[in-house]
């Protein structure tokens, strides 16, 4: 009876189309893209390794070799990402690997020692805040450095609990708040346009400014007070649009502004704009969706937690932005 019910015994066609040599071509798995992309992201970057070592030995023409590796690891990864064809996964996969790609430019440069001037100056912060256990302990480097202490504060407690050095410490603190942008960015302007190709996009332009490769990879407080503030807008972008859980979700945004505002002063002051801004919006739309969450208390609440710190902890910070405004004017 087996071979009676058989399509071929009785010359009947089958009810699947025959595989073909075409047909069992299909598309590679997001895993596979990742590993593809991740081997040539690995090329690029010993590409950049050797145009440093051959840089220091004084050789010539070595822009060609950092320039190739740099195009490795960030043209086939631009090429995936526009094909639109990938899971949300593999989107953020693919900007993830970018982002580390684009740090490790950064930290291939001085792979053991902090050697930038703004890296020695929160070197020393920290060290103070290690050596003295206080706070705002005067920095004649940066004096404004101990008075917004939270990049000083989150590597200072991974050298006392780990046993790691400050350059350890702040390469991990960095790496980590790089994860954190990137994902919090995507997860932000996927919710405010609905798109995750709008989303990928959007991130991929923030990794296009000129401070994100090197400037804003160092050890700085700017590198650690852009995670939190993209966590913060994601958190109330969420805010906005659910039906339930918002206390909870304005405690996590409050907490993050409230990170913001001791990390870094002009990342404070811009977020704050850009929420002042984004609440007028919110209003002029609200007659359209009057159960959406007011955003304004949130936008008043990062003002006023950001002119307290300055006015009654970080004082010095005012000379010190008002400067080169005052210089820019003249």
């Known amino acids: 009876m087996l071979l009676d019910s058989s399509p071929i015994m009785h010359g009947s066609q089958p ?3 025959p595989v073909t040599a ?6 590679l798995p997001d895993w596979a893209w990742l590993l593809v992309l991740s081997v040539l992201s690995a090329t690029g970057l010993l590409l950049v390794s050797v145009a440093y070592h051959a840089s220091r030995a004084g050789a010539d023409g070595v822009s060609i070799t950092f320039w190739a590796g740099l195009l490795l690891f960030l ?3 631009l090429g995936r ?3 639109d064809r990938g899971s949300r996964t593999e989107q953020l996969g693919i900007l993830l690997l970018l982002g580390f790609s684009f740090y490790a430019l950064k930290v291939l440069y001085s792979p053991a020692v902090f050697t930038w001037g703004d890296e020695l100056q929160h070197w020393r912060t920290t060290n103070d805040l290690l050596t003295s256990g206080r706070l705002f302990t005067p920095n004649p480097i940066l004096p404004v450095s101990p008075f917004y202490p939270g990049l000083e504060l989150i590597t200072a407690a991974l050298v006392s609990v780990g046993g790691l050095s400050i350059f350890q410490a702040g390469l991990l603190v960095i790496g980590v708040a790089r994860v954190v942008l990137i994902i919090a960015l995507y997860l932000f302007v996927e919710q405010m346009s609905g798109s ?3 989303a990928a996009l959007g991130v991929l332009i923030y990794m296009a400014n000129a401070h994100f490769a ?6 700085g407080y700017e590198s650690l007070a852009l995670a939190f503030a ?7 972008a969420n805010r906005q649009s659910a039906v339930d859980h918002t206390r909870a979700l304005t405690v996590v945004a409050v907490l993050s502004l409230a990170a913001v505002s001791v990390t870094h002063h002009v990342t404070s002051f811009a977020l704050v704009l850009f929420l002042l801004i984004w609440s007028g919006m919110t209003l002029l739309k609200k007659y359209r969706r009057p159960e959406q969450p007011n955003l304004a208390p949130v936008a008043l609440l990062a003002l006023g937690g950001s002119l307290a710190w300055l006015l009654f902890v970080a004082t010095p910070a005012i000379s010190y932005l008002a400067s080169p405004v005052r210089d820019g004017m003249q």
């Not at 075409?22 to 598309?27: D, E, K, M, R």
């Not at 090197?214 to 050890?219: E, S, T, V």
């Not at 993209?230 to 109330?236: E, N, V």
């Open 196 to 198: 995750r190709r709008v």
């Open 75 to 77: 043209v086939p990864s």
């Open 81 to 83: 990402l526009s094909m």
């Open 22 to 27: 075409v047909s069992a071509l299909s598309p």
């Open 230 to 236: 993209a966590f913060a807008l994601c958190i109330i």
């Open 214 to 219: 090197f400037f804003d990879a160092q050890f």
């Open 15 to 17: 009810k699947h189309a």
